[in-house]
């Protein structure tokens, strides 16, 4: 290879380094939304706390009590995902107060019915797409997937959340009568 090759093929990579390390610092920073209506299972109002940080990669929200016992979705890094993703993550934290996840021992992370209570705040979430915001199905859909692929997630987690998410699309009623099914199948245990 010639000098001149040798240069030109440097200055080409370099260059492609370049870009590729634009496009990987580059955020697109959004308006934040403002949050839906959530009722937890025991008829008290949930309140949302906004917080940025400069350490998320993606949005992320975590359904809890405050320190006065009070119900609260806290909302990270939401000007980091579209309207349409910061919804579902919304929908989805509002989802465990609703069938009283938050109020009961919180299962060990990946086991089975901790990933049943994801399902089921998942379900509950894309219901309530479907009832106050259909049209930004598939913009949830993507900002899911790539909130996944950032964290980490390996694509048979990624397809199989994606693939519960659609089952329940397509194939239940309202997030009323699932919440009161969950709910039901709560009291009877």
Known sequence: ????????????????????????????????????VCINNLGETVSFISRPTNRSQVAAGMANRDSDGNPVIYRVSYELATPAFQKFVDFHECAHHQVGHVDQPHPPRNSYDHLMNESIADCVAILRVREEDNESYRLVIDGLVDAMTAIGFPKTSTDSRISNVNNCYENYGSSAEFIEGVLNSERAR
């Open 1 to 36: 290879m010639s000098l001149f090759h040798r240069k030109y093929l440097s200055i080409g990579l370099g260059g492609l380094g370049l870009i590729l390390c634009e496009v990987a610092f580059a955020e697109i920073i959004y308006p934040v939304v403002t949050p839906p």
